[in-house]
Structures are given as C-alpha cells and as structure tokens.
C-alpha cells in the first residue's frame, strides 16, 4: 500500500475530503493518525489550524481523479526509459529458418504524480527481415504500432491495463490512418489487386480491435512491452494467471496457458521473478492437429505430426522502491517437435533517461 500527501484546498473540512475519496471521516481521520506523528493528529471533527495535508491512500486518490474527471491536471514527470530487442523466428527441422525478423524499440514511460497512471510513448523503432519478401509485412505492422502510442493507463489487479485516459485520441488515430493513409501502403494495394476480402478483413479487424477499449486492451497485452511492464509492475501482489491465445501455427486452435509465479533472487533494493508457463491440453485435440498438419504442412515438411507443445518463459528483475522493471527475458515458442517451430524472444533493459 502507498501513502501519500494530499494538499488540503481552501474551503475543504474533513467531510468534503471524505466525500471526495469515498470514505467515512471516522475512516479518514484513522488512516491519518496512523501514518501521522502526535503533533499532526486529527483529534476532533476539525482540522486542526496547523495542518496543510493529511494522509491518504494512493489508490484512493487516483481514483478520485478518474471518477471526477480531472485527469487532465495530472502531472506527467518521466520515470524510466526502455531499450528492447525482439527476434521473431521460423523454423524446420531445427536448422532450415524460413523467416527471421529483429525489431528494436525504445519507449519513455512517464508517471503522475501521487498515482499509478502512466503514459508511454514510442521514441525510437527499426527492424530488419529476411528473406526480404515479408519487409513489406512488418514495415505496415510498425505503422500499427506507431498508431497505439502514446497511451495513458493504469494497471489493474489482473495485471493488465485497466482503464485507458486517452482511448479517442487513439480511435481518431486509427480512423485517420483507415480513412487517409491505408490505400496508400502497398499491401494494402496488393491485396486489393488480389484478394479484396482479406484487404477488407484490414479495415473490420482495425476497427474492432482500435475503437472498442476491451478489445485494444487485449491486443496491448499481446505486445511483450506491455505484457512484461503490467506484469512486473505488481511485484508480490502477481498471482498466477491463465494466458489465452489463439496459436500461430494452427488456424483458430486456442492455446490456454496456466502460469506460475517464483522468485528467483532478492535483495535489498531488487527482485528477480520467473514465469514459467504449462500447456493446459483439456481442450485440445490431437487427432484435430494431425488433420489440420497433414493438410496444412505435410506436403512441404514431409515427415509425419509428431508432437505439439508451447513454451512460455519469462524472467524478469524489478526495483523494490519504484517498483519499475529494470530488465526482462521472454522466450514464447510454438513446436510441432522436430518439423516446425515459431519462436519470439525478447530482451529490454532499462537505461538512463
């Protein structure tokens, strides 16, 4: 739990502060007396003369905030810069890479005053691809990405954004790109040349993942940065969790993914956790993988379906006091053992402002 220091405003009482963080004043003047010394008490229904603050939650200060609408006066002060490096990677029979793409970016995090709102933006981004066929693929997923950024947030006991304060400027955003700049991209033009349905699908799949919140907040926890920093950020309070996705290798085949929590390290300042995830198999059929295999990669892979697995290992180190990430591994694979495999890792470091 966070304490901070509210600024009492002329014209305020105990009843008014109370109203406004949504406690009893008897709770308030309690929270108070326990975090204040002798001289600073509140001993009766008035405030003493003397006192200019007075002790409050920090979660029940920032939800006053959202509640009455006055993020705008929030104070953004920057807080941490994060450098990262993405490899993504195909792979037959362990040795032959059909794809392997590198992607680099750099995000400023920021963070309000007295609050756990935070705004992160993208700052610096490049990648690089082979074989050179999928550049025109990854160079439109950036401008997706640069689409996402800055966003403003707060984390939620879930470990997942909450609440985004900026959610329209990202709509307007999207619908900017969708309306003015899309035509102009060329896989876009390529696909209208060649399959108009699936350039269609661009357009329905943007605007139901950019202009429905819950749907945005799902695919930013797709994104590694903000499925480690939420995460992270949690420290102790992280319980396990269930992650669920739809596989890359296997059409419309959704992988659910039990996920344990241990800490590897600690010390006085930091601590080092691990996520280690296991397949859940209930819902997965074998026979339906050997079919969707048979027909999908056979012909090109030869030899026959052997076993499915996905790999899900995180291992990341967080500074007690801020409780910001200061470094993260993650290593996602999807296997068809020995034939196929897709393979992310993902590496960030926290570096100097």
Not at 87 to 106: G, K
Not at 161 to 171: A, G, P, R, S, V
Not at 192 to 202: G, T, W
């Amino acid at each position: 739990m966070k304490i901070i220091k509210y600024k009492i405003e002329q014209g305020e009482n105990l009843t008014s502060i109370a109203d406004k963080f949504n406690v009893d004043t008897e709770e308030l003047k309690k929270f108070h007396n326990t975090h204040s010394g002798f001289s600073n008490m509140i001993l009766s229904d008035s405030i003493p003369l003397h006192l200019n603050t007075i002790f409050i939650e920090q979660k029940k200060f920032e939800d006053s905030f959202i509640k009455n609408g006055k993020m705008e006066s929030l104070n953004f002060e920057g807080v941490a810069r994060y450098r990262s490096e993405q490899l993504n990677m195909s792979r037959i029979n362990n040795e032959i890479i059909t794809l392997s793409a590198n992607t680099i970016y750099e995000f400023l995090v920021k963070k309000a005053e007295n609050t756990n709102v935070f705004e992160v933006e993208l700052t610096d981004s490049d990648f690089s691809v082979e074989p050179a066929i999928y550049e025109s693929g990854f160079l439109f997923a950036q401008k997706l990405e640069k689409l996402k950024l800055p966003i403003r947030f707060n984390i939620s006991d879930e470990a997942f954004i909450k609440e985004i304060f900026n959610h329209k400027e990202i709509e307007n955003r999207w619908n900017k790109f969708r309306d003015y700049e899309l035509q102009n991209t060329d896989i876009y033009q390529q696909l209208i040349s060649q399959s108009p349905k699936q350039a269609e699908d661009i357009i329905n799949t943007g605007n139901k993942e950019f202009l429905d919140q819950d749907n945005f907040i799902k695919m930013m926890d797709k994104n590694l940065f903000f499925h480690l920093f939420t995460k992270s950020f949690l420290g102790d309070q992280l319980q396990n969790y269930r992650l669920q996705q739809f596989s890359q290798i296997f059409p419309n085949v959704d992988l659910q993914t039990d996920v344990t929590k241990s800490i590897v390290r600690e010390d006085e300042n930091t601590a080092t956790y691990r996520l280690v995830g296991a397949l859940n198999r209930e819902n997965i059929s074998e026979e339906n993988l050997k079919n969707m295999y048979d027909s999908i990669y056979k012909s090109s892979l030869k030899f026959n379906y052997t076993a499915f697995d996905f790999i899900y290992r995180i291992t990341y180190t967080v500074d007690k006091e801020t409780g910001l990430l200061q470094e993260g591994k993650v290593s996602i694979a999807e296997k068809i053992k020995n034939n196929f495999e897709v393979i992310t890792e993902y590496n960030i470091k926290k570096v100097e402002l």
